[in-house]
């Protein structure tokens, strides 16, 4: 069962779709997502960052999603695949 509403990623791709955060998007970005949506315990700065870099990794583990592309400087997208209202 997910933490944060549908699982962090699937929350942020989401919230990217429905132009709540504008890309390139950074963890201040997703940090001001959780505070909105008023998630307790919050992630840590480590755990959006982790999640992030996982999310956008081809080399990090077979099963996990890769909903965003790395864009340089702690900056991401979300992967075009992903984008449209049926993500929201």
């Given amino acids: ?18 132009g709540m955060i504008l890309e390139p998007f950074s963890i201040k970005d997703v940090r001001k997502l959780v505070q909105a949506k008023n998630w307790k315990p919050e992630p840590s700065e480590n755990h959006i960052n982790v999640t992030l870099a996982n999310g956008a990794s081809d080399s990090h583990s077979i ?17 075009p695949h992903y984008k449209g209202d049926e993500w929201l």
């Fill in 1 to 18: 069962m997910p933490k944060y509403g549908r699982g962090l990623n699937r929350e942020i791709v989401a919230a990217v779709n429905a």
């Fill in 63 to 79: 099963t996990y999603k890769k909903f965003f592309l790395s864009v340089g400087d702690g900056q991401y997208k979300v992967k």
